[in-house]
């Protein structure tokens, strides 16, 4: 008799996207002369960097050649792109990498959900709260969260670190011992970073304590600030302690066309046991790598001109977030995030939920963002809003909720 993995069924519907949608499509289907103005999703609008599009036109021709044909690649990525990596990502801020140590993927989503088959079930894992979803399914999957308690929110051996406006967003050092621990920094959802001294503090505790830490640095292209870190890596020792994640679809609108990198250190050990090679070899067993043609786009983007071209796209992206940061802090709002991030993390005023917020800001102003509560419990009590719209809509939206919040009409 075939048995499931029942651990799937310990997994919490987490259908906050669903939901939202559903919401947003009965609003819609009663009040059809409304215009819904959508900042809830974190994709990106800004269609792709030309640099990138001729890249992969002149890939598409190569393959179409006897000679420049190609069939299976390299699993751990062509090494033209992981080169660029190396020396574009890195090496300018200090950190010394060789291209052997870069994992080339087609997501941060699916290396930072499988990284977690490198580790026994009975590791014990520290996730921030609120944080993006993945992390946690994942281990859950995998038999390692154990059960849900439905009172707390939490399952029962996952470590949560709060991080709310109480501890400025930095989760606090563990007084007990964890073996992963996962941390986002520019964090999504809360938008906000870690300081080089607030990073080494966690680097410290992992060489303490022989964790490891789970550095995902999706974000990290909107860093604005001097003493934000782009890479874990500019941490001295965090090599022996850390494998850190990163994308391309953010930073060069990839969310479709799909391309990341992970970065695991051969320094990286476990009993003796080097991490890059169990990594190297999950990958050859288990994916394919990314497509020669996106592969070509990604390289693309550290030309000159592609450098210019997302760095285009992020300003933008920023801008709308410098509009909606000071919007809604005239609207009297408290928010973080915003700074390096193209998330902002409002603070709801008074008793409201996230989500009597989320149909609120539906209702009287036409406006979708994303609960907090969706994140974790620690995110009750705050509201996501993205920058990733069009500077039209995010303008419009602004103006919506100041006037809301003036005169309570729109
Ligand atoms: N990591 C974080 C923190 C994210 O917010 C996201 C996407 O929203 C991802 C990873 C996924 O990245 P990718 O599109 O490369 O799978």
Redesign the pocket.
């Known amino acids: 008799m075939v048995k499931i993995n029942e651990n799937f069924l310990k997994l919490q519907d987490n259908y906050l996207f669903s939901t939202i949608s559903k919401k947003v499509q009965d609003y819609q289907r009663k009040n059809p002369d409304k215009e819904i103005i959508r900042l809830g999703i ?1 994709d990106v609008t800004c269609p792709l960097p030309q640099a990138c599009i001729k890249a992969m036109n002149k890939a598409i021709l190569e393959l179409s050649t006897k000679e420049g044909f190609k069939g299976y690649g390299p699993e751990q990525g062509y090494d033209f792109l992981r080169e660029k990596i190396v020396s574009f990502d890195y090496a300018k801020y200090g950190v010394n990498l060789d291209k052997d140590e870069v994992f080339v993927s087609d ?4 290396d ?1 959900g499988n990284i977690q088959e490198l580790f026994d079930i009975s590791n014990k894992i520290a996730i921030t709260d609120p944080v ?1 979803p ?1 992390y946690l399914d994942s281990n859950v999957m995998a038999g390692r969260a154990g059960q849900y308690n439905s009172l707390t929110g939490k399952y029962e051996n996952v470590v949560y670190m709060p991080v709310t406006s109480s501890n400025n967003f930095v989760p606090d050092l563990l007084n007990e011992k964890v073996d992963l621990i996962y941390l ?1 920094f520019p964090n ?1 959802p809360t938008g906000t970073v870690l300081t080089k001294k607030q990073l080494s503090e966690w680097v410290n505790y992992a060489r303490k304590n022989n964790s490891i830490i789970l550095f ?1 640095a ?2 990290e292209a909107f860093i604005t600030e001097d003493n934000v870190p782009h890479s874990i890596y500019e941490i001295e020792g965090a090599k022996d302690v850390a494998i850190e ?1 990163r ?4 930073t060069a609108g ?2 479709g066309i ?1 391309c ?1 990198y992970t970065i695991v250190p051969k320094e990286l050990k476990v009993n003796g046991v080097s991490l890059n090679k169990l990594w190297h070899r999950r990958q050859c067993t288990k994916f394919n790598g990314v497509s020669y043609v996106t592969q070509r786009a990604a390289e693309a983007i550290y030309s000159e001109e592609g450098q210019k071209q997302i760095r285009k796209n992020i300003n933008y992206y920023q801008e709308n977030a410098r509009i909606i940061s000071d919007g809604l802090k005239a609207a009297g709002f408290e928010i973080y995030g915003g700074i390096n991030s193209p998330y902002i993390w409002l603070k709801i005023n008074g008793n409201m939920t996230s989500w009597e917020f989320f149909d609120e800001l539906l209702e009287k102003v036409n406006i979708v963002g994303t609960p907090g509560s969706g994140f974790g419990p620690n995110g009750e009590g705050y509201f996501r809003l993205t920058a990733f719209g069009s500077r039209e809509d995010t303008i419009k939206a602004i103006d919506r909720i100041k006037k809301w919040k003036e005169k309570r009409i729109v």
């Open positions: 974190g997501g941060a989503k699916c930072t993006y993945v986002c999504n995902d999706a974000y994640f994308s391309f679809s953010k990839f969310t799909r990341a």
